[in-house]
């Protein structure tokens, strides 16, 4: 069983910055690739970034690219969710999740739900304009 722990949640001005992250537990976390996810009130848990096992190959959504960036310290058993530039629409509960590297990291896997096992419990995100 994998558990993962986010932490860096908070509120922000529009234009600033948070770095979230998400420790998980267990010896097998350089075996997953990692994702992020956000939800807002009233919609649907969409796709933010992932990255693969070795934070070689990164993902992005059309909307956070070139504001947010995905990173990975394997050592620590964490991963890091850089946010700059914010917006009130970035505003949402930011989940992490793990999923099996070779499900995850592929073409299509890595913006499905589907692909990942396990997820956090989520952090608040809210911008203010």
């Known amino acids: 069983q994998v558990q993962l722990v986010e932490s860096g949640g908070g509120l922000v001005q529009a234009g600033g910055s948070l770095r979230l992250s998400c420790t998980t537990s267990?010896?097998?976390?350089?075996?997953?690739?990692m994702g992020w996810f956000r939800q807002a009130p009233g919609k649907e848990r969409e796709f933010v970034a992932a990255?693969?096992?070795?934070?070689?190959?990164?993902y992005y959504a059309d909307s956070v690219k070139g504001r947010f960036t995905i990173s990975r310290d394997n050592a620590k058993n964490t991963v890091y969710l850089q946010m700059n530039s914010l917006k009130p629409e970035d505003t949402a509960v930011y989940y992490c999740?793990?999923?099996?590297?070779?499900?995850?990291?592929?073409?299509?896997?890595?913006?499905?739900?589907?692909?990942?096992?396990?997820w956090g419990q989520g952090t608040q995100v809210t911008v203010s304009s």
């Open positions: 267990g010896r097998t976390f350089s075996s997953y690739a």
């Open positions: 990255l693969n096992w070795s934070g070689g190959n990164t």
């Open positions: 999740a793990a999923g099996w590297d070779f499900v995850v990291a592929t073409t299509e896997g890595f913006a499905r739900r589907s692909s990942y096992d396990y």
